[in-house]
């Protein structure tokens, strides 16, 4: 049976993103992203939130990309999938952390605050991770004039307009 790893992440930055380059020179970014949930407290009826906060790492080009253009604040959507490791801490006892490596990144919000406009068109347009570039529309000449139809007064020239 096949199984799946995969995490799906749109908060805002707690801090600045961590920058550090591996040996063989690939880069590395660590962010903080938050998120919260807003519900109704069922004894009391008072709003409440609750913030979770998540480990996110990307790697190459990706995380030069998000080491220039995300700042503390930022909304990200973020596609990935879970990793745990371990570590042995200050005092030698062994510990797990569960983080997220990234896969696919998209910018949101405005690009106020940002570094400079990113590759992709950045700030907003939804939360696809990544969209190919647009294509240039045909110059209108290359399309064929359409005669003007009458206005019509019902449906029955609807037919052919039904695109299933």
């Known amino acids: ?57 990307f ?21 990935g999938s879970l990793r745990t490791r371990k570590y042995t801490d200050k005092n030698g006892v062994e510990k797990y952390a569960t983080d997220i490596r990234a896969d696919s990144m998209q910018m949101l919000g405005s690009r106020q605050g940002m570094g400079g406009p990113s590759e992709d068109g950045g700030g907003g347009g939804g939360y696809a991770p990544r ?12 399309r064929p004039a359409a005669a003007p139809k009458p206005a019509a007064s019902n449906f029955d020239d609807m037919d052919d307009d039904i695109p299933f």
Do not use: C
Not at 4 to 30: F, Q
Not at 59 to 79: D, M, T
Not at 133 to 138: I, L, S, Y
């Open 59 to 79: 790697f190459a080009k990706l995380a030069e990309i998000a080491g220039q253009y995300l700042r503390k604040g930022s909304q990200v959507y973020v596609e």
């Open 1 to 57: 049976m096949a199984s799946v790893n995969k995490v799906i992440i749109v908060g805002n930055l707690g801090a600045d993103p961590e920058t550090r380059y591996l040996p063989s020179g690939d880069a590395v970014t660590s962010i903080r992203v938050a998120t919260t949930d807003r519900y109704k407290d069922k004894a009391t009826g008072e709003m409440r939130e609750a913030t979770e906060w998540h480990s996110i790492s």
């Open 131 to 142: 969209q190919a570039p647009a294509r240039p529309a045909a110059a209108p000449a290359q």
